[in-house]
């Protein structure tokens, strides 16, 4: 799906509709929030113009190759990158930061430094092992981001 934008925004978008039609569900008031390749679909979906309160992304990809433009994206952004992620490239996040600057995006990047990929995974530390990753689990980075995000979501939904 990650090579098929177009794909990616209608299975999300469909999920969407799907979660909006709950009983439980106020229909206005979603945010989405992804782990990795989740945390790279949700900000893609902000790209394309996906209209959520918020999307916060915990050591996703942050790369494309369709930057949004001014208008483009309708919601908040919130991204929480290992400093020390080798996934992640430093002129990645000075594209980013710069795509959403000129895209006149709210947006925050957090950068947690000597964290690595999958910070938030407690797991994180074994996994990298068994299938020799640059993945590491860092307990004050996974505390600090899941902080910032419950701050997020309490701005955001309190408007």
């Given at each position: ?21 709950q ?76 795509e ?7 947006f ?36 600090d ?15």
């Amino acid at each position: 799906v990650a090579g098929n934008m177009p794909l990616a925004k209608a299975r999300f978008t469909a999920a969407m509709d799907t979660l909006r039609k709950q009983p439980n569900v106020e229909a206005d008031q979603l945010a989405a929030m992804g782990y990795c390749f989740g945390g790279g679909v949700v900000l893609n979906m902000a790209r394309m113009g996906v209209e959520l309160k918020g999307v916060s992304s915990f050591h996703g990809s942050i790369a494309t190759k369709n930057p949004a433009k001014k208008g483009d994206i309708k919601t908040r952004i919130r991204v929480f990158n290992g400093e020390a992620d080798p996934f992640v490239k430093a002129e990645q996040i000075t594209a980013l930061k710069a795509e959403m600057k000129d895209a006149g995006v709210d947006f925050e990047f957090i950068n947690y430094p000597g964290a690595k990929h999958s910070f938030t995974n407690p797991d994180a530390d074994a996994t990298g092992k068994k299938f020799n990753l640059p993945l590491e689990y860092n307990a004050a980075a996974d505390e600090d981001s899941w902080q910032k995000n419950l701050e997020f979501f309490d701005e955001i939904f309190s408007q």
